[in-house]
């Protein structure tokens, strides 16, 4: 795919949406670090559902350690992995209560030393709260960026340094929610919707149906 059709891919997407952002619900960086922790292997809905009831109660990291991991659970119990999530939850909040004034880090390194975060939950934090640049590679970007010819690779670090390399800088910020909606309500995996796509003429996918 060459520079000039990346441009207008981003570019459409863009006029589409011009402020693109997380479906999951926060309002301080402690709380977007816990939802994208509830969040793996589950869906953004069901984790909203979750913290709807959490937050009001808990949204800090002493509120929530204070909850303890049985009482964390309880209040999670609706979501996928509840048990092992809680205690990373309250692990994670025990470090951010020792190592950094009960703030949220933004930085990789310290991000990618707390319980349950990996390399793609800090780029999500590192975007989402904090502006940076990142790309975080999830199920949905690593299909749409095979399937249209976007950046190809085998890995999600293959792919997500191929994106960080192409996206033209005007793009990169908001880059990673444009494909994440994209993979997830229209190049869906079983059969993506070619007919409802705005980048359709634009993309490589040998088996499109338009």
């Excluded at 808990?58 to 991991?69: K, S």
């Excluded at 025990?94 to 009960?102: A, F, V």
């Excluded at 996206?167 to 994209?182: G, N, Q, S, Y």
Aim: net charge positive; charged share 25%; glycine share 6%.
């Amino acid at each position: 795919m060459n520079p000039a059709k990346r441009h207008e891919i981003f570019s459409r997407l863009r006029a589409a949406n011009p402020h693109p952002t997380t479906e999951l619900e926060y309002s301080t960086p402690f709380e977007l670090l816990v939802a994208v922790v509830l969040s793996a292997q589950s869906t953004d809905k069901g984790v909203n559902l979750a913290t709807r009831r959490l937050f009001p109660k808990a949204h800090t990291p002493e509120a929530i350690y204070a909850l303890g991991e049985a009482g964390l659970a309880d209040a999670i119990k609706t979501i996928g992995l509840y048990k092992s999530k809680a205690r990373h939850v309250i692990a994670t909040c025990r470090m951010l209560i020792d190592l950094h004034d009960s703030e949220v880090p933004a930085d990789r390194a310290a991000l990618e030393a707390l319980p349950g975060v990996g390399r793609k939950t800090a780029n999500v934090i590192l975007n989402t709260a904090f502006g940076q640049p990142t790309m975080a590679v999830d199920t949905h970007i690593f299909r749409v960026s095979n399937r249209i010819g976007l950046a190809p690779g085998k890995t999600v670090l293959e792919v997500e340094k191929k994106l960080l390399k192409t996206i033209p800088v005007e793009f990169r910020i908001d880059a990673h929610h444009w494909l994440i909606l994209l993979g997830r309500y229209i190049c869906q995996a079983r059969k993506p919707k070619c007919g409802e796509c705005l980048i359709a003429d634009l993309c490589e996918y040998k088996e499109k149906s338009v």
